[in-house]
């Protein structure tokens, strides 16, 4: 923290709290992608994808180092802080798990979509060095590319598969919606950041509001690009 | 393939093949780690060691594009060569599922180093440029380290641990010589370079007697590094 601009919103610990989770949830979230990833890697079809899929989950894990030194840095323990995440993250898998290769592949472009989204939405909020930390963890790595890539085959090979991934993307959402309102409902700062109870300028509830709308809406587009109905 | 050591070696197209199965090998051994890994960081104790373990398994499966692009320039195509020796290391890894944490830690050390220890032998009969490229794939990476010091701390908190986990070292060596025994049975080229029938000076089957009481050795001697009688 060096900046002067930094310290001005360090000073509210409330500020610092809700930071010191969003990067921990961050942080808790690459891990779990890394996980998740690592273990559709065994699902897949070819070498070849395996191998890729390997290299998306060894990106995720690779970025959760920058997270732990700013966590360190704001005084928290980083994996202490990040293990709180756990259950939010170990349910919301635990009620998607997919059953098969097509549904691994949609539920991490569609999750990570989400999730890279929202926190897109609230680094703007938030002071330029966490923004950049947050913004530098978000970039995609060709993981979006390649799951349209493939899904897009498997449909125009398997037309029924359609269907079947559209529902699935639905539920995604749903999971991923009741999970994120569950951990926010538990985390004071976090929930006070998001509602506007901490000084942040222009983010409200009417603001929240389109945000949700605007989280939705690019969801519709993700399942668009893979050639799947909402 | 430039220098002209290298053109004099690959005008023996038995010596070709036999580079290319083992470039293969050892590419197939980094993505398997990779999903080893991958699978022992879901039983790891603590976030910490989670993360510990997902970046090892990180550090492999990145190992492989340099693989891959050798394997392209001698002319083979790189995940059909890789993946002739899925049956190999899956035969491996079904006889020696881990049943816990530890078992996982002394499997990747002692499988990795015995590996390591069989290629970086083979890698000073070769070419200048494979040698190089298997010793760069080769480099322990911490790894090691973090085995020798988690089952350590292991087995002092728990004398007991140590017996079995001696004889689970011994089991993994036998099941290794049997299965490196049947793969190398099945690779004619890669038997003729081991038996000093491709024209490379100083290897011949008494050199290969000495090499494999050296990995034995070696084998012995991280045994002891584990705190474990052999």
Chains 1, 2 share one sequence.
């Not at 999970?179 to 009417?206: F, H, I, T, Y």
């Amino acid at each position: 923290m060096t900046a002067s601009a930094d310290s001005v919103a360090f000073s509210d610990p409330v500020y610092r709290e809700a930071v010191v989770d969003l990067l921990a949830a961050v942080g808790y979230g690459e891990v779990s992608a890394f996980e998740r990833l690592a273990e559709d890697a065994t699902l897949a079809p070819t070498l070849e994808d395996k191998v890729a899929l390997g290299l998306f989950a060894s990106q995720q894990i690779e970025k959760v180092a920058s997270i732990c030194a700013r966590l360190t840095e704001l005084g928290a323990d980083p994996f202490t802080a990040m293990d709180s995440f756990r259950d939010g993250f170990e349910s919301f898998h635990a009620h998607t798990a997919p059953s098969d290769w097509w549904e691994g592949l949609v539920k991490a472009y569609v999750g990570d979509g989400l999730a890279n989204d929202f926190y897109r939405e609230i680094a703007a909020f938030l002071d330029p060095q966490t923004r950049d930390l947050v913004l530098t963890s978000l970039e995609d790595t060709g993981h979006a590319e390649f799951a349209v890539d493939r899904v897009r085959a498997g449909i125009a090979a398997d037309p029924k598969l359609a269907g079947r991934l559209a529902l699935w993307g639905r539920r995604l959402m749903g999971e991923a919606l009741t999970e994120a309102q569950r951990v926010a409902a538990n985390r004071d700062a976090l929930s006070a950041l998001l509602a506007g109870g901490v000084d942040m300028p222009g983010l409200d509830l009417a603001a929240i509001g389109r945000m949700f709308a605007r989280l939705t809406e690019r969801h519709v587009e993700r399942m668009t690009g893979l050639g799947l109905a909402h």
